[in-house]
């Protein structure tokens, strides 16, 4: 089982594999809701039998395999007999589709289309389990994969066509946070302000599913690589490998732009519009034919007109000069650490802090804001205000992190110059609750 707090690769160890303490705890305490069974006799490396097939999974089972080095990976070894099925799927797809959302309502041209794919959908036993997992210890996660599910077909089947390649797109998004099993529960808590220590955990998850998705199932290999690439930009400001366009997969964009989608989608006004806005804001972060899709929908949608926008005396209407102080500061150190012969990860740190600011202040002049006056806004501006506000305060905290992470592998001195650039970008305040 990999284990997201090691980080270990279970492909890269032959002396077995050690369940993830997280993961199994998580199976356990699914197991007092759901009946979960050895599919077959859980063995260590030496040939010992731990556990016999068919016997419930129970918490003698957990004690069984502390420090015990398997001879398969658990997840292989194990079968939920009910809990989330095709069927239960199937009902919670329905479920969704009948509530009256602008989500919904942009995705049910599509609905019937990908219905039909969804009872021909291959759950593999192993999905199956870590769903059902994930269902009797965040039933969230799995509404959330549903809705993934939902809006992968629907992209899918405008732009991949073939019925195989929509079911697999479903597959990606029903599977993409299979991972986040594996990590602590109190990182992932959405009320949690997200240090640096949660963060590190957190930007393992894509990793983890996707080695788990490789290593224990028969699904193409296209499905773990887009589950591990749904938190990487086109641009290289993602996560956890900082890939860029070239190595992007189009299963793994289409994923991207998903996940970004949903995440707005929660907010209680206008989701469409912000979604739409949010990819579009910085150009080069997604694909932009996916992006077109969402703008489709949020056109034909039309969202009624957002009432709760802050007073223009309230937003601040030119970012502009603090976002060029930091750039300049991202210079001045990338210019410091050249003249000091800085070894090439801290000369790498200033200069994406650099190159992603001077991205963010073109993003910001693109919009035609220039020192408005508050007078001058209207209702519409006043929300893409808001809405900018938002996204680039967002990427800001995103750069902050990024640099933080980065620093780990620099020199103590080096460290310490870099320290004003990461004060500049901090921002005390966590992001908002969406209204």
């Known amino acids: 089982m990999p284990n997201a707090q090691t980080r270990e690769d279970p492909e890269d160890s032959h002396a077995g594999s050690t369940a993830n303490p997280v993961a199994l705890n998580a199976i356990v305490r699914a197991a007092e809701i759901y009946s979960i069974v050895a599919s077959e006799d859980i063995v260590d490396v030496r040939g010992v039998k731990l556990w016999a097939k068919n016997q419930p999974v129970s918490a003698s089972l957990q004690q069984r395999l502390l420090e015990r080095k398997l001879s398969k ?15 239960t799927l199937q009902e919670d797809f329905e479920r969704f589709m009948a509530e009256p959302t602008p989500l919904v309502q942009g995705l049910r041209p599509w609905a019937e289309g990908v219905g039909q794919q969804l009872r021909q ?76 220590l949660g963060h590190k955990h957190l930007v393992v998850h894509p990793r983890v599913a996707q080695l788990l998705l490789d290593s224990t199932t028969d699904y193409p290999r296209a499905i773990g690589r887009a589950v591990g690439e749904h938190h990487e930009r086109l641009n290289g400001a993602g996560y956890p490998a900082r890939l860029r366009q070239p190595d992007l997969s189009p299963l793994g964009r289409m994923l991207a732009v998903t996940e970004v989608t949903l995440g707005i989608a ?17 150009p ?9 899709f969402i703008s489709d929908m949020a056109r034909r949608v039309a969202e009624p007109a957002v009432a709760d926008v ?15 102080q930091r750039a300049a500061l991202a210079s001045e150190l990338h210019a410091q650490l050249q003249a000091l012969g800085g070894e090439a ?91």
């Open 310 to 324: 802050p007073a223009p005396d309230s937003l601040v209407c030119n970012p502009l000069a603090e976002i060029q």
């Open 121 to 196: 959908l291959p759950l593999h036993s192993v999905a199956q389990l870590l769903l059902t997992t994930a269902l009797a210890n965040r039933p969230e996660m799995v509404t959330h994969a549903v809705q993934a599910m939902a809006l992968m077909g629907a992209l899918a089947t405008k732009y991949l066509g073939q019925a195989m390649d929509v079911r697999m797109a479903m597959l990606a998004g029903l599977l993409h946070d299979i991972g986040e099993i594996y990590i602590q529960p109190e990182y992932l808590d959405p009320g949690r302000s997200m240090d640096l």
């Open 284 to 292: 080069g972060e997604f694909d932009p034919q996916y992006i077109g």
């Open 345 to 435: 990860p801290a000369l790498e740190i200033a200069d994406i802090a650099s190159t992603r600011l001077e991205r963010l202040k073109v993003a910001w002049n693109s919009l035609g804001y220039w020192g408005a006056q508050h007078a001058e806004i209207t209702a519409r501006e006043r929300l893409e205000l808001h809405m900018a506000d938002r996204e680039l305060g967002q990427r800001l905290r995103d750069l902050d992190r990024e640099c933080l992470l980065l620093a780990e592998r620099v020199s103590p001195l080096e460290r310490e110059m870099l320290s004003p650039l990461w004060q500049s970008l901090h921002l005390a305040q966590p992001p908002q609750t969406l209204v």
């Open 73 to 87: 990976p658990l997840e292989s070894c194990l079968a939920a007999e009910d809990g989330v099925s095709l069927i």
């Open 266 to 282: 929660r907010a209680q006004s206008a989701p469409l519009t912000r979604a739409s806005f949010a990819l579009r804001v910085l």
